[in-house]
DNA sequence: ATGGATGCAAATGATTTGCATGAAG
DNA sequence: CTTCATGCAAATCATTTGCATCCAT
């Protein structure tokens, strides 16, 4: 309890030093908002970090209007995992990573190393700026494989 | 005209092959369809897809179905922009490559270069079958970029 | 105070679906 | 002839938008 609230408070002063670093207002939806992003470790789409706000709802409008902006700030990353959802994640303290989405029960895992920057540098050399790249990986992991 | 012909004699004769052996019936939307993906070097929309139908148009309903039946399939791969619009780009006869997209113009080249076998073998290790990965570049292109 | 964020309701727009008809094997 | 694809219209559902109100600065 007192742990957990020592952590809130400690997310919270970040991602207010994250807002003000981008001229936003502070609040309450947004710090929420940043917080369930924070506690989860995978993508998350519009309906599930509704779902996670468990104690008052805040409406899906503001969700999808805040998620376009972190998005603009390049506060979280738009992923797509090739099903009807976009999905967020947040990317400003993680480092570049990318997901293994299983195709039958849709589990997904961290892929860790990035060995994409040589293709970055070719890019940069033809004449592309602010280069970036969107990588998932798809499969059957073990389990379903095993279930057939 | 007599090249075009052949040409596309010869297209038609390589789709009826391609969905007879899927057990799917050949049909005028079908090898339509295929042929405005073979023509295009790029991911379409089904807008574009829809457009570029000049002499009877297909209706949307069954773009749609006759897409989302060619992905199951793996004739077609989906592609996500990060934009509003699900695109698909036919990958039979393609070797592997993936696309940089410019944020501003939209202009999509294609990156040959997929040095992402490794990263594949390593997830096999791990368990998955049927891995397959999906990646895309986004950056600001040399036009674009200069025009600030 | 005041500009921008939120909530609510209504609109939008891509995609899906039900059903009658038509074409493929 | 029988199954399945197509066209058309209607439905669905994620996402956006207009507007009045509220809140952060």
Redesign the pocket.
Known sequence: MELKTKKRDKDTEEFRLILNSHS???????IKILKILKSNNKPLT?AEISEKLTDRK?????I???M?LFEELRIVNQIDFKD???RYELIYDRHHHHHIVCRKCRKVENVEPCLLDNIEHYLKDKGYTEVTHSLEFFGICSECGSKN
Chains 1, 2 share one sequence.
């Open positions: 936003q207002k502070i609040t309450k939806p947004r519009i805040i409406d899906l409008a503001t999808y209007r805040t376009n009807e959802f976009k």
